[in-house]
Structures are given as structure tokens and as C-alpha cells.
């Protein structure tokens, strides 16, 4: 099932109406139409504000069935997987998916320009980012740091902050939030 397809689903399964769901994620009812029709690929913060309107796990939106919480590993093949086409970032899960855990830690495959938007952002919490692949630019607090393979940065998630691939291949990270974003 595709995203919107699975957000139209669980919005109706909600008794929520489409402007209900504008009201509550800030999105326009224009844009969530066009996002229950697939028509177009919303950004990791849309998602992230029409999950929060839902009141469901962002990563629900991805996932066919939902799979055992009592495991403490994730296996490789195992993985919660999703993927943002706009953005150019793959997306695995490393933390059992539906779990309450107070972290997240993804694994990211970031496709030459892959960002995470034209402007800093920001939010409650902490971030951790390790370099696997090539090379990552980060930006906080207007301050601009080239995190090479092997290289970390760890920063408050209030300051503002954004990324993006400017090396010329793939670049894999592990990405880690306290508390999840996702």
C-alpha cells in the first residue's frame, strides 16, 4: 500500500475528516489531497506532522503489518524500511520498530544532494551522527562542519540545524535522536 493510500486509511479509520487532519498537522487540505492520492511525495517533516496529527508512529506509515515489540534485537534483514524520494534518503530503522524506547537510531543512505531541507530547523532533543560513507555537511547554529567517514558531531536539537550530501557518491550514516522524531 502506498503512503497516502495508508494515511487516507487511517484517517478514515479515525472518523477524522480531511480538514480535521489540516487543522491538527498544519498542512493544507489541497496538499493532504493530493498526498491521499499519491500525487506527491511529502517531505520527512510533513510525514512527521500528519503521524503526530494521526496520533501514530511515523513509521507505521511504511509498514504492512506490524511485527513482535517483545525483541530487544533487530536483525539486518529485519530492518523497518523507508524511503523519502524527495529527500533522496533510505531509511532503516535500528531500534525495534513500535518500540517506546527514548532513542531512535536509524541508518541512512544519503544519495549525492540529499538534505534535509533548505533551511535549519530545529526541535527538543539531541542528535547524534556518525559518518560510515563518504562525506556528510552539517550546519549548527549557522556554523558549517564536513564530517568525513569515521567522523561524528553530537548537538543540542533545539539549535537550530540541516544537513546535506555534498560528496559526490553515497554517504551511510547512523543517525541517533533522543527523544525519537520518527
Not at 498526498?35 to 509498514?63: C, Q, Y
Not at 525483541?71 to 523519502?84: M, T
Not at 543512505?109 to 542528535?127: D, I
Request: with cysteine; hydrophobic share 35%; net charge positive.
Amino acid at each position: 500500500m502506498k503512503i497516502g493510500s495508508k494515511i487516507r486509511e487511517i484517517r478514515l479509520r479515525k472518523n477524522m475528516t480531511l480538514r480535521d487532519l489540516s487543522k491538527r498537522s498544519g498542512c493544507s487540505l489541497g496538499f493532504l489531497s493530493q498526498v491521499e492520492r499519491d500525487l506527491v511525495s511529502p517531505t520527512i517533516s510533513s510525514l512527521k506532522r500528519i503521524a503526530d496529527a494521526l496520533d501514530i508512529n511515523i513509521i507505521s506509515l511504511f509498514e504492512e503489518t506490524e511485527p513482535p515489540v517483545d525483541s530487544i534485537v533487530v536483525r539486518r534483514a529485519n530492518r523497518g524500511k523507508f524511503e523519502n524520494r524527495r529527500s533522496k534518503v533510505k531509511y532503516e530503522l535500528l531500534r525495534p520498530q513500535f518500540s517506546d524506547t527514548s532513542i531512535e537510531a536509524l541508518y541512512m543512505y544519503l544519495e549525492p544532494g540529499a538534505a534535509s531541507g533548505p533551511t535549519p530547523h530545529s526541535h527538543n532533543g539531541e542528535e547524534l551522527v556518525i559518518v560510515l560513507k563518504g562525506k556528510l555537511e552539517i550546519e549548527v547554529g549557522g556554523k558549517s562542519y564536513i564530517l568525513n567517514e569515521g567522523d561524528s558531531a553530537v548537538y543540542n536539537s533545539n539549535i537550530p540545524h540541516k544537513w546535506k550530501n555534498r560528496y559526490n557518491g553515497q554517504t551511510e550514516v547512523i543517525w541517533v535522536n533522543h527523544p525519537p522524531t520518527f
